[in-house]
């Protein structure tokens, strides 16, 4: 039973939500300020943050940045406007999917559960790329022997690339495949997924060695 | 003749008018007063001469005079000159006429007169005696001469011929200079003209280069003053819609998270209240769709809609589309095997949604949804077999709130799709139009640019 927490100022949306995501078995606490949202996620550590963009102290955006300075919360951020604005600007603070108001409670929890999801444990454990060291089943990633805090979507594209070496993935293969979206995803989680993957794992992201762009059609892990 | 329609013919043609006329006016004042003092000039001359003439006979003259003197005063004054003396007379004018002679006893008088050889001047005169007494009184002989003044009116002539020149000079010269002017009022004009067409077609930014401080550029203020209110006005409707749709997602969000619940929750022992919820959930939902249409208009009023182009294999969006919504069955397609294009994937995916749930819902099957290469442009077509659209609905099918038969029943869509499908369509550069197949049944072709994707 997962722990969500709802960071969302207004009470009824925030009372609504809760209602419609415990009847799909999370257990749900809630926090109305940005602040408030920050002090319960270090007190509760829940095991995922769904947050709404617009709120009264910090913005979400500004809640975004500092949960993912803490640690690999996976985070889904709300948005009302839908604008490219608000997408652009969560995701680059670090989200792991987004969804827009008004949300039906089964594209939610669906979304919810995705980003959760740490992949089924596979047989051949650990692979080494390089300096890079890739624990299937432990789910755990070594840079130079030094564990490689990620979000649950960070490793499962890292997984899903890694697991076929030099073989080139759609923008939206990834999404059908680790984020679960229908055929409409949208392809910049893959971008801004790949984005914070290289600042973690690559020497310098700038000039990746390990999840490489293959440009118009998508990524591909090495050959390294 | 009809007077012409256009600004320039008609300033123009004012101003030639003006021109001319003030030209010939000047030139015919100018060619009478000189032909006027010409003339007096020639009768001064002619009637000196014979004065000058007289005065020379004057010793000579014997009273009563006998005929041989007054053939010899004759002689003395040239050809065409008459004498006489009490009923006596020497030479024959036909031309003096009495009243003239009447008058010429006592004094000098002169009459121009118009012959067929030309015009003449007439002059009669007493010649005076100056008796003992020092007393000047005419003598009974008097002089009649007539003097040809052709040459005059030649000259005369020459005057007007040369007036009429200059008006006519003036044409062509008044012609340019009314051209230049009417340019120079005709370009702030059209410039007035184009921005306030672009404006009526709806670029609301178009604003006139203004310059100078004249009535036209006042007219060009004016303009622009009037379409930053209308700008104005209209962004504030438009803020208002956007903030309208906003506020409503907030209850939305939370109705859409309990209505599911209350549907779920409901107990098959009420009925009533099992119906109940299904109808919230239903109309839930239609409201959602509302809002979300209402932003997406929004954006497109407020230029904020973006188009995200990716490579698109359009034959795999297509049917993604149709069986996302579980219409794959009930639509005939007739798609190539592989066509792949730069489009935003999301907005061509709304496009065929509109039109193939109006065909389903409006229209009759069998739908078809044709995919094809036309030159550099793809090609979407749509049809049913329904009855097809009216001519009223044919003309206003993309409006917003449209609804093509008020006597039925509402469609459960928002009645923006069009609107929002034909936004689409030209964000992407493309067109959507609408029509009748030729075996009856409403035919839409949306029309996209067709880059090979890379």
Same mark, same amino acid.
């Given at each position: 039973m997962p722990v969500i927490l709802l960071i969302e100022d207004d009470p009824l949306v925030s009372r609504g939500l809760q209602l419609a995501l415990t009847r799909y078995g999370n257990t749900v606490r809630t926090a109305g300020t940005g602040e408030d949202g920050l002090r319960a996620c270090h007190e509760t550590?829940?095991?995922?943050v769904v947050l709404?963009?617009?709120?009264?102290?910090?913005?979400g955006f500004e809640v975004c940045r500092r949960l993912r300075a803490r640690g690999p919360v996976p985070i889904i951020m709300l948005t009302a406007r839908g604008d490219d604005f608000d997408v652009v600007a969560g995701l680059a603070a670090g989200a792991d999917d987004y969804v827009t108001k008004p949300v039906r409670p089964a594209v939610l929890d669906a979304r919810i559960k995705a980003v959760l999801r740490r992949g089924a444990p596979r047989e051949d454990d650990t692979r080494t790329h390089g300096e890079l060291e890739i624990d299937a089943a432990g789910a755990v990633v070594r840079k130079s022997g030094q564990p490689v805090a990620l979000t649950p979507i960070e490793l499962r594209t890292l997984l899903a690339l890694s697991a076929a070496p030099g073989r080139v993935f759609t923008r939206q293969q990834l999404l059908e495949q680790v984020?679960?979206?229908?055929?409409?995803?949208?392809?910049r989680l893959v971008d801004n997924c790949v984005q914070r993957l290289r600042a973690k794992i690559e020497d310098v992201p700038a000039e990746p060695?390990?999840?490489q762009t293959v440009r118009g059609f998508g990524y591909r892990f090495g050959p390294v | 003749m009809r007077w012409p329609r256009g600004l320039r013919a008609r300033l123009v043609l004012a101003f030639v008018v003006v021109a001319v006329a003030g030209a010939a006016a000047a030139a015919w004042a100018g060619a009478a007063s000189a032909g006027a003092s010409l003339v007096a000039e020639a009768e001064r001359r002619h009637t000196e001469d014979l004065v000058h003439r007289i005065e020379a006979l004057a010793p000579d003259l014997?009273?009563?005079?006998d005929q041989e003197l007054l053939d010899r005063v004759r002689d003395s004054l040239g050809d065409q000159a008459q004498v006489t003396y009490q009923g006596r007379s020497s030479g024959e004018l036909p031309l003096i006429t009495g009243e003239l002679r009447t008058a010429a006893r006592d004094r000098l008088v002169f009459q121009r007169v118009d012959t067929e050889d030309g015009p003449r001047l007439l002059i009669g005169t007493p010649i005076m005696s100056t008796g003992l007494d020092l007393e000047r009184t005419p003598s009974g002989i008097e002089v009649y001469v007539v003097r040809d003044l052709s040459d005059v009116a030649r000259q005369v002539d020459a005057l007007v011929g040369t007036a009429a020149l200059t008006s006519a000079a003036a044409l062509p010269v008044a012609v340019l200079l009314a051209l230049v002017a009417a340019r120079g009022v005709l370009r702030p004009v059209r410039r007035v003209r184009d921005t306030a067409a672009a404006l009526a077609g709806g670029d609301l930014s178009a604003r006139i280069s203004t310059g100078g401080a004249d009535e036209l550029a006042e007219l060009g203020e004016t303009v622009n003053h009037m379409a930053d209110s209308v700008q104005e006005v209209l962004a504030e409707q438009r803020r208002f819609v956007a903030d309208v749709s906003h506020e409503l997602r907030t209850p939305l969000t939370t109705l859409t998270a309990v209505v599911e619940v209350l549907a779920e929750s /409901? #107990?098959?022992?009420?009925p009533m209240a099992r119906e109940s919820a299904e109808l919230a959930v239903a109309e839930t939902e239609r409201l959602v769709a509302l809002v979300e249409d209402l932003m997406e208009v929004s954006r497109f009023d407020a230029g904020m809609a973006r188009l995200r182009a990716e490579p698109v294999e359009v034959p795999d969006a297509i049917r993604d589309c149709l069986r996302a919504r579980g219409w794959l069955d009930e639509v005939r397609l007739d798609l190539p095997e592989h066509l792949s294009a730069t489009l935003d994937r999301r907005r061509l995916d709304v496009i065929v949604a509109n039109l193939v749930g109006n065909a389903l819902r409006h229209g009759a099957p069998p739908v078809r949804v044709a995919l094809r290469e036309v030159g550099n442009r793809l090609e979407i077509e749509v049809t049913d077999h329904g009855p097809g659209l009216s001519p009223e609905a044919l003309a206003?099918?993309?409006?917003?709130?449209?609804? /093509? #038969?008020?006597?039925?029943p509402r469609s459960?869509?928002?009645?923006l799709g069009l609107a929002i499908s034909l936004a689409n369509a030209r964000l992407h550069g493309g067109d959507l139009v609408a029509g009748n197949a030729e075996g009856g049944g409403a035919r839409f072709v949306l029309r996209l640019p067709h880059e090979e994707a890379e």
């Open positions: 550590a829940p095991d995922l709404d963009v617009m709120l009264p102290d910090l913005d984020w679960e979206h229908d055929y409409l995803g949208d392809s060695v390990y999840v | 014997n009273l009563p005079p /409901a #107990d098959d022992r009420q206003h099918v993309f409006d917003r709130f449209y609804k /093509a #038969d008020s006597a039925r459960p869509g928002s009645g």
